[in-house]
């Protein structure tokens, strides 16, 4: 299912820079815990607040995760307002889409598929991967579309498990996620080979 004829051009819809600044992604992660189509992330930040949760997000993405933080970005508008982020990564195995999220003001307008695109862009580019992999919740339809749009194809199903011994701080430990449009506990696995392929065929 990957493009026969490579990623596709950036469309301008979005435009894409780097923010070094954590506290502009902590926000970026709070507000789009608002509508959030996982149920893992919506319990956890009812337990623990949405504020702790955008930290544990961002400290899990930047400290934990062995992709290069230089590669983050937000997602704007022409008009210069702040739309999605894209959290381009890795695990010890390969890329991956680490986090991508789409503000509730700018939901349903096609823009996952923007920052998806991108997102897999910036590690084909940087990488120069076989494959990107990304997990997605199985209730998140809409971001199972988007990868599916791109060319993503499911190569395996999972379930988490998860003991938590102190219930007052917030899990470090986490599934590979792709979301927020996010990801959780129960997912999809899926890979993209970014350039073209005889076995896409």
Do not use: K
């Not at 590979?176 to 449009?181: M, N, R, S």
Request: aromatic share 6%.
């Amino acid at each position: 299912m990957a493009p026969r004829a490579g990623l596709p051009e950036p469309s301008g819809r979005l435009l894409f820079r780097a923010e070094p600044d954590d506290e502009v992604f902590t926000g970026l992660f709070r507000r789009v815990l608002e509508g959030s189509l996982d149920a893992a992330t919506r319990r956890e930040a009812a337990r623990i607040g949405a504020g702790a949760r955008a930290r544990a997000d961002v400290a899990f993405y930047r400290d934990t995760m062995p992709g290069e933080r230089s590669c983050w970005r937000t997602a704007r508008t022409p008009g210069a307002e702040v739309a999605g982020f894209a959290v381009p990564s890795r695990n010890h195995a390969s890329p991956v889409v680490g986090y991508l999220g789409v503000l509730p003001g700018h939901r349903g307008h096609g823009y996952a598929d923007e920052i998806l695109a991108e997102t897999t862009r910036i590690l084909a580019a940087e990488t120069d991967p076989r494959q990107v992999r990304a997990d997605t919740d199985l209730a998140n339809t809409p971001m199972a579309a988007a990868f599916e749009r791109l060319g993503y194809r499911t190569t395996a199903r999972r379930l988490g498990a998860l003991r938590r011994l102190n219930p007052r701080q917030p899990s470090a430990a986490r599934t590979t996620p792709a979301g927020g449009l996010p990801v959780g506990s129960y997912g999809n696995n899926r890979g993209i080979s970014p350039r073209s392929s005889e076995e896409d065929q």
